[in-house]
């Protein structure tokens, strides 16, 4: 929880004193606050620009009130393809790496993991679009996030 609570501190610190993304930053079109309602929950992801070729976001679901679910996404974007560690509720990590990238879209692939094999980011104009399957698309649900100021 403290990695988490860290995390979120170094996104707020971030967006109070107006750093900008570093200039290879691949997924800078989803830097921000991003929300939509699921059911009777809450979904707020929080993207940052990247320090040292890393980039860190969280994922909150709250439902009467109560936080259901922290995600915490680390993508190490230092290199040619990104690398993607998800850890959901303070268990390890899950490694995912990239597979395709375009100027608004990336996707991220992990065939030994149960599921989600696979998580798709993507940009439909003023909405952040995401989505997680099976490596053939099955078993695929999806969530569209509007830019909360």
């Known amino acids: 929880m403290r990695f988490l609570l860290a995390g979120a501190a170094a996104l707020s610190l971030a967006a109070s004193t107006g750093w900008a993304a570093e200039p290879t930053d691949p997924l800078a079109w989803y830097d921000g606050t991003w929300c939509t309602p699921v059911g009777p929950r809450q979904i707020c992801e929080r993207w940052g620009p990247p320090m040292a070729g890393l980039k860190v976001g ?15 996404v680390t993508i190490d974007i230092s290199g040619p393809k990104a690398q993607v560690q998800v850890a959901i509720n303070g268990r390890p990590p899950i490694p995912f790496a990239e597979t395709a990238r375009t100027a608004t879209s990336m996707t991220f692939e992990n065939p030994n993991h149960d599921y989600p094999q696979r998580i798709r980011y993507w940009r439909e104009g003023e909405l952040l679009k995401a989505e997680i399957s099976m490596l053939d698309g099955s078993r695929a649900n999806g969530w569209s996030f509007t830019r909360v100021q």
């Not at 969280?58 to 915490?72: N, P």
């Open 58 to 72: 969280t994922s909150q679901a709250v439902k009467d009130g109560k936080t259901v679910e922290i995600e915490l």
